[in-house]
């Protein structure tokens, strides 16, 4: 399909969680885009129902934040932020901590929501120790918990693949149940009903290890990568008020709920529960210029500040920490979220894309529907002896036939950027339920 990229010229690039071999057979690519598109070299359309990968939430190259990247390459394309500043990234910090909910008021830079995560974790260890807690070393993660593809994201992490090739990982870390449950609460409607009990499994990880070895629970509020899982009507709650009683920090991985995916700024403010440190990721740029970020709330700061045992409080950081041109990005990514209203748009198309999504309810191979604001999956159910090949088959099916969707497994996820028409969900409503159709 790709007249002029020659094969032996993809041999070089080893692609990130791909399957070199299969891609490298049939290839597939995108050269440019555009707002709610992407665009093949041959120019063949494709509406993104991904938001690229959870990430475009102000759709692809919007034309402010390409000009503030532009002129920021100008005048200041790099400078390190090891004890030397840049006006860009005081104003960016700042400009978050006033948009975070509560407390979280400080925010530390990184590159990516994996840098973001192993940073909030090495956070969490030097404040247990900063406030003289230093036997609080233990972390709780989730099953089925995607945090990225670091040793201390993968270690808190809950996919099997994503760990098992690479030996003992972080000592010290145990993990909750996940709250997928599609014998109590298949085709939910936002939150699903059943499940907040599982949030008691933190109490029995609590008794068995004591709340003296314990640093930071660490969850996404609604699991992403691993097929849009929900929290069960007031699990977080539960989970916010067992880290409240023995002390222990709850860590927020906001990389895809942040910015407007749930329809309100953030999953912290939506569930009313605040964290006592938040990473983030993936829409704080709009995804283009790379960037991470740590918030974390005011006595943690503090903390580290008062009582660090060293001039430098945190021995922490990034070569490309606080970039100038992610600053710059990340700036107008802000000006367009507020000028756009695009989180208040995003719980305003909630509804419509909740009720198209759901009428795939009837589609061939569909056991589950689950959304909520503008994040939502369709669960397919696997082929006997081959997990996982149905899902495939139907992401390549559905390229083909101009919709990017997201597959998992057998799970299809699709979370379009905040601009999304609602002519564009029914198209890519329409487009999934042609492709399951056609798909065995
Ligand atoms: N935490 C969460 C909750 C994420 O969703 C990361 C951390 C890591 O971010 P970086 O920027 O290091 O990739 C993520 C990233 C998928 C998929 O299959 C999702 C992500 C990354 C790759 C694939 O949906 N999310
Ligand atoms: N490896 C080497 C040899 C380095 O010099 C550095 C940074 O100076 C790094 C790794 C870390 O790179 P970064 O700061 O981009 O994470």
């Not at 990430?55 to 000009?67: D, K, S, T």
């Not at 008794?207 to 929900?230: F, K, Q, R, Y």
């Not at 912290?268 to 918030?295: C, H, R, S, W, Y």
Request: aromatic fraction near 8%; charged fraction near 20%; proline fraction near 6%.
């Amino acid at each position: 399909m790709t007249a002029h990229v020659v094969p032996n010229a993809l041999d070089a690039y080893w692609m990130p969680f791909t399957p070199n071999r299969r891609f490298k057979a049939h290839p597939r690519f995108v050269e440019r885009a555009e707002g709610m598109y992407y665009f093949t070299p041959d120019d063949r359309r494709i509406l993104d129902a991904t938001a690229g990968l959870w990430c475009v939430n102000a759709g692809h190259g919007h034309p402010r934040i390409v000009q503030a990247i532009q002129a920021q390459a100008a005048e200041l394309g790099y400078a390190t932020n090891f004890n030397l500043g840049h006006p860009k990234a005081f104003e960016f910090a700042g400009r978050l901590a006033a948009l975070l909910p509560g407390d979280l008021d400080h925010v530390f830079f990184t590159n990516s929501g994996s840098e973001s995560v192993d940073t909030a974790l090495k956070i969490a260890l030097a404040y247990q120790r900063a406030r003289g807690q230093g036997t609080r070393t233990r972390f709780i993660g989730r099953e089925r918990g995607y945090h990225g593809v670091g040793f201390g994201g993968i270690s808190v992490g809950g996919i099997a693949r994503n760990r098992m090739s690479f030996g003992s990982l972080l000592p010290g870390v145990d993990h909750l149940p996940h709250t997928h449950d599609l014998a109590r609460n298949a085709f939910s409607r936002g939150l699903p009903e059943h499940g907040a009990e599982l949030a008691d499994a933190l109490e029995g990880l609590v008794a068995l290890h004591d709340a003296s070895n314990i640093a930071a629970v660490i969850v996404e509020p609604v699991a992403g990568s691993t097929g849009v899982l929900l929290p069960p009507q007031g699990y977080l709650q539960r989970l916010r008020a067992i880290c409240d009683r023995h002390d222990v920090l709850l860590i927020f991985d906001e990389v895809i709920t942040g910015f407007g995916r749930l329809g309100a700024p953030f999953a912290a403010e939506l569930f009313g529960v605040q964290p006592d440190i938040m990473t983030l990721a993936k829409g704080l740029t709009n995804a283009a210029v790379p960037m991470g970020a740590v918030a974390v709330r005011g006595p943690i700061y503090q903390t580290m500040l008062d009582h660090a045992d060293a001039p430098i409080e945190l021995f922490h950081g990034y070569t490309y920490s606080g970039h100038p041109l992610a600053c710059a990005a990340g700036l107008a990514t802000l000006d367009v979220y507020r000028d756009e209203a695009l989180f208040a748009r995003a719980a305003a198309m909630a509804g419509p894309f909740e009720a198209a999504l759901h009428g795939l309810g009837d589609a061939r191979h569909v056991i589950d529907i689950r959304n909520l604001g503008l994040v939502g999956a369709v669960e397919l159910a696997a082929r006997p002896d081959a997990p996982g090949e149905r899902g495939q088959e139907v992401f390549r099916t559905a390229f083909d036939r101009g919709l990017l969707v997201r597959v998992t497994g057998d799970i299809v996820a699709l979370s379009p950027a905040l601009i999304v028409e609602s002519g564009q969900i029914d198209e890519a409503v329409g487009l999934l339920r042609e492709v399951l159709a056609s798909v065995p």
